[in-house]
Structures are given as structure tokens and as C-alpha cells.
């Protein structure tokens, strides 16, 4: 457990080194990456949102894909296509950049609802299916998407159903005064991200992936998730609450976070501190909150729900 603990400290000291002033981030998208998770990462344009992707998978040594969503942008482009070959009359398929371990999806709410909705059954399952053929996905696999806030111009709000496969949404906000100072006079921060070396393997991810599926969640600490998440169904602040699948996303991201704090047991706090990134986005308030901020209102209820649910000793 100790080694685990130094090598997620490595991998973080790396990301830090292009993405200043944002621990908490870093350690956020460690997490999802060992919950074998997805993530959601939503800000204005300029804060770092594709430099924190871009330093968790050249940190990583494992293939990594980059796809830019524009409004012309199909299914195809994303998943790949069948290709004729004239030697044998056959048609043979041709992998799209999906077919990596790290993708990232870049300002995924600028391309049409059927092209991000390409992308399900590949985060969901870790598969794609095309004319009839199955093709799994390499492993370890993990999207990073960015998104600008739906306010900007030319941006499509992502359908419930794609955000619920992504385990987490987290905003990275401008960075404090002193960090900032340092990204000025450290300018050449695309250089610097391109110049990272790996410090981990996939295979390393992997089997950490799988001594998180290990770690003990007893019947307290289930019991508590379980409160919360009953809670949010009968808020009468909530016509949505979450659902089974944002109760197994916060289990295993649970899970992922007492590894990297070197535990075999999952606490409330394991919990607490994760229920904001991993179920704001999946409950939406009432009607009488109207559409504009949603997001935030969504977490001020949750934060609400926290504080009432009572926490195991």
C-alpha cells in the first residue's frame, strides 16, 4: 500500500508541474482515472482544462488521442469506418482515435447531440460496435472531455443520458494570485506539457484499478452513501435525484481515494468529499428554480442534503 501511495504521489507531482495551483483538481482526475471513470471537466475557455488532460495522459505511458468536437464532426470520425481492401473483396475496419487509452475530447458541447451520443456504449461499456462487429477498447481507457459553460456561443448542452456516464464533473476556476504569477513567468506552458515524461505504466494503472475493487465498504458507510442518495429522491427541491449508476460511481470512487490515502477501508469522508463532483450533475432542481444555473443551485441542494444526512462515527 505504501508503494501505491509514493507512485500516486509521483504522478501527481508531474501533472503539477504544467497545471499550477490546482491541487485538488489533480488529485480529483487521479481518482476518476483508478474508479475507471470518465471525466467532465467544465470552465470558461483559457483556465487549463486541456492542459490538465493533456498532463495526466503524457504522464501516463500509454496511447493517448486527441479529438477536437467541431459542429461538422460525425460518429465516424470518432469511432472509426469500414474500409474496403481490393485485394481480398472485403471491408476491413478501420480503428478510430477513440481506440486509445487516454482520449480527449476536446470542448465536447461543440458538436451535435448524435455525435457526442457516439460516444456511450465506448464509455459504458468499453466497446464499440460497427456493422454488426464488436471491438473492445484498450485498457486502461478513460475520456477527458472538456466543455465550455452552455452560455458561450455555439455550444449544445450535453443530453442527461452522456452526462451520466461521466463519473465526475469538476470546474478548475482561475488560479490563485501566486500560481498564476508563476504561469506568467513560466510562459511556454505547451512546451513544458509536451516535454513530460512518463512516470507510470498502464499496466500499473491497471492493477491499481483492480486493488481499488478491493478495498471494504462496511455497512456504515454504505449505509450512509445510500442515505444520501435517498435523500436526494425525496427532496422536494429535486425532480431528479440520482440514480443507481451515480450510487455505484461514488462506491468506486470511494474506493479509488482510500487507496490513494493508503487505506484498505473506505470512511464517511471518502463519501463526503467526492459527492459534489460525482452527483451535482445528475440531479436536477425543481422547476420552480427555472434553467438558468442550474449547475449551481444543483450543488447548494446537495450541500444541503450533506448537512442533514447524518454522518457515521
Same mark, same amino acid.
Given at each position: 500500500?505504501?508503494?501505491?501511495?509514493?507512485?500516486?504521489?509521483?504522478?501527481?507531482?508531474?501533472?503539477?508541474?504544467?497545471?499550477?495551483?490546482?491541487?485538488?483538481?489533480?488529485?480529483?482526475?487521479?481518482?476518476?482515472?483508478?474508479?475507471?471513470?470518465?471525466?467532465?471537466?467544465?470552465? =470558461?475557455?483559457?483556465?487549463?482544462?486541456? #492542459?490538465?488532460? $493533456? *498532463?495526466?495522459?503524457?504522464?501516463?505511458? +500509454?496511447?493517448?488521442? &486527441?479529438?477536437?468536437?467541431?459542429?461538422?464532426?460525425?460518429?465516424?470520425?470518432?469511432?472509426?469506418?469500414?474500409?474496403?481492401?481490393?485485394?481480398?473483396?472485403?471491408?476491413?475496419?478501420?480503428?478510430?482515435?477513440?481506440?486509445?487509452?487516454?482520449?480527449?475530447?476536446?470542448?465536447?458541447?461543440?458538436?451535435?447531440?448524435?455525435?457526442?451520443?457516439?460516444?456511450?456504449?465506448?464509455?459504458?461499456?468499453?466497446?464499440?460496435?460497427?456493422?454488426?462487429?464488436?471491438?473492445?477498447?484498450?485498457?486502461?481507457?478513460? =475520456?477527458?472531455?472538456?466543455?465550455?459553460? #452552455?452560455?458561450? $456561443? *455555439?455550444?449544445?448542452?450535453?443530453?442527461? +443520458?452522456?452526462?451520466? &456516464?461521466?463519473?465526475?464533473?469538476?470546474?478548475?476556476?482561475?488560479?490563485?494570485?501566486?500560481?498564476?504569477?508563476?504561469?506568467?513567468?513560466?510562459?511556454?506552458?505547451?512546451?513544458?506539457?509536451?516535454?513530460?515524461?512518463?512516470?507510470?505504466?498502464?499496466?500499473?494503472?491497471?492493477?491499481?484499478?483492480?486493488?481499488?475493487?478491493?478495498?471494504?465498504?462496511?455497512?456504515?458507510?454504505?449505509?450512509?452513501?445510500?442515505?444520501?442518495?435517498?435523500?436526494?429522491?425525496?427532496?422536494?427541491?429535486?425532480?431528479?435525484? =440520482?440514480?443507481?449508476?451515480?450510487?455505484?460511481?461514488?462506491?468506486?470512487?470511494?474506493?479509488?481515494?482510500?487507496?490513494?490515502?493508503?487505506?484498505?477501508?473506505?470512511?464517511?469522508?471518502?463519501?463526503?468529499?467526492?459527492?459534489?463532483?460525482?452527483?451535482?450533475?445528475?440531479?436536477?432542481?425543481?422547476?420552480?428554480?427555472?434553467?438558468?444555473?442550474?449547475?449551481?443551485?444543483?450543488?447548494?441542494?446537495?450541500?444541503?442534503?450533506?448537512?442533514?444526512?447524518?454522518?457515521?462515527?
Amino acid at each position: 500500500m505504501i508503494e501505491i501511495c509514493n507512485s500516486i504521489e509521483i504522478l501527481h507531482k508531474n501533472i503539477s508541474r504544467v497545471i499550477k495551483g490546482k491541487p485538488e483538481a489533480i488529485t480529483l482526475a487521479i481518482i476518476t482515472l483508478l474508479a475507471k471513470g470518465h471525466l467532465l471537466i467544465e470552465d =470558461v475557455p483559457g483556465v487549463g482544462k486541456t #492542459i490538465l488532460a $493533456q *498532463g495526466l495522459a503524457m504522464s501516463i505511458s +500509454s496511447s493517448f488521442q &486527441r479529438i477536437q468536437f467541431t459542429s461538422d464532426l460525425l460518429p465516424s470520425d470518432i469511432l472509426g469506418v469500414p474500409v474496403y481492401n481490393p485485394h481480398n473483396n472485403t471491408f476491413e475496419f478501420k480503428p478510430g482515435p477513440i481506440f486509445a487509452n487516454i482520449v480527449l475530447v476536446d470542448e465536447i458541447n461543440r458538436t451535435s447531440p448524435k455525435t457526442q451520443s457516439s460516444l456511450l456504449e465506448a464509455m459504458n461499456e468499453f466497446q464499440v460496435s460497427m456493422d454488426g462487429h464488436t471491438y473492445q477498447l484498450p485498457q486502461p481507457f478513460m =475520456v477527458v472531455a472538456t466543455q465550455n459553460p #452552455i452560455e458561450y $456561443q *455555439g455550444t449544445y448542452p450535453l443530453p442527461e +443520458s452522456q452526462l451520466d &456516464r461521466f463519473m465526475m464533473r469538476i470546474r478548475l476556476g482561475y488560479p490563485p494570485l501566486k500560481a498564476e504569477k508563476e504561469i506568467l513567468s513560466h510562459s511556454r506552458i505547451e512546451e513544458e506539457v509536451k516535454g513530460l515524461q512518463p512516470v507510470m505504466s498502464g499496466e500499473e494503472i491497471v492493477e491499481m484499478q483492480k486493488r481499488a475493487e478491493q478495498i471494504r465498504v462496511n455497512d456504515e458507510i454504505l449505509n450512509y452513501l445510500m442515505g444520501v442518495v435517498i435523500a436526494s429522491r425525496n427532496s422536494e427541491h429535486l425532480r431528479l435525484g =440520482v440514480s443507481p449508476r451515480g450510487a455505484l460511481f461514488l462506491q468506486r470512487a470511494a474506493k479509488a481515494r482510500a487507496l490513494i490515502h493508503g487505506r484498505d477501508y473506505c470512511i464517511p469522508d471518502d463519501i463526503k468529499s467526492l459527492a459534489l463532483p460525482i452527483l451535482a450533475h445528475r440531479i436536477i432542481p425543481a422547476s420552480e428554480y427555472g434553467i438558468d444555473g442550474q449547475g449551481e443551485i444543483a450543488e447548494n441542494i446537495l450541500i444541503d442534503i450533506l448537512g442533514q444526512v447524518p454522518v457515521p462515527l
